[in-house]
T-cell receptor, first 114, second 116 residues
Framework: SQQGEEDPQALSIQEGENATMNCSYK?????LQWYRQNSGRGLVHLIL?????REKHSGRLRVTLDTSKKSSSLLITASRAADTASYFC??????????????FGGGTRVLVKP | DVKVTQSSRYLVKRTGEKVFLECVQD?????MFWYRQDPGLGLRLIYF???????EKGDIPEGYSVSREKKERFSLILESASTNQTSMYLC???????????????FGPGTRLTVL
């Protein structure tokens, strides 16, 4: 079953615009992570936000977390054509040191047009 | 840089064949994972391992087995490949959670398997 559900499923924007995507999840989490996947490739970790954090920045990325609403958002500012990819949120529900499993959402496909 | 490599980018096999997918990581990660990715279904965890010779079932283990004889290598085995196992297979690895490391996963490039 999918813990995280991304919204929208697809997004098309012009270069320079901001892209915002949302993730909702069902159970309590330890942390939430965002990953990027270029077409036909593996996933790349972008940013992690812990359950006691509300906002985090990394370069042009801004992530928010609202545990009361069980939701997170990823904002990409000043988008570039190279940001074209699928973006996934992933959650860690049961925390243990060994073998922490991530549960991934279905992803948001972002197309940045030059 | 962390490197996770997978033995093949593309693989074509016939129904009933035994298929081995190999994954190697060079960062001394304790955890290793196998996922499959299908359109509309996202990433689904098949098996994972948190130590040599240790394995745990993920969400969809049926039709698969795994082997972890060495810390750096995690193999996914399809005992008798079927057409519904045509998919993109992704391997990942991570450290145990600790004050030094969070549990972000590092992914290989993926193997696109087609079973005819």
């Amino acid at each position: 079953s999918q813990q995280g559900e991304e919204d929208p499923q697809a997004l098309s924007i012009q270069e320079g615009e901001n892209a915002t995507m949302n993730c909702s999840y069902k159970t309590s989490i330890n942390n939430l992570q965002w990953y990027r996947q270029n077409s036909g490739r593996g996933l790349v970790h972008l940013i992690l936000i812990r359950s006691n954090e509300r906002e985090k920045h990394s370069g042009r990325l801004r992530v928010t977390l609202d545990t009361s609403k069980k939701s997170s958002s990823l904002l990409i500012t000043a988008s570039r054509a190279a940001d074209t990819a699928s973006y996934f949120c992933a959650t860690v529900a049961i925390f243990k040191a060994a073998g922490n499993k991530l549960t991934f959402g279905g992803g948001t496909r972002v197309l940045v047009k030059p | 840089d962390v490197k996770v490599t997978q033995s093949s980018r593309y693989l074509v096999k016939r129904t009933g064949e035994k298929v081995f997918l190999e994954c190697v990581q060079d960062m001394d990660h304790e955890n290793m994972f196998w996922y499959r990715q299908d359109p509309g279904l996202g990433l689904r965890l098949i098996y994972f391992s948190y130590d040599v010779k240790m394995k745990e079932k993920g969400d969809i283990p049926e039709g698969y087995s795994v082997s972890r004889e060495k810390k750096e290598r995690f193999s996914l085995i399809l005992e008798s490949a079927s057409t519904n196992q045509t998919s993109m297979y992704l391997c990942a690895s991570s450290f145990f959670y600790s004050p030094r490391h969070n549990n972000e996963q590092f992914f290989g490039p993926g193997t696109r398997l087609t079973v005819l």
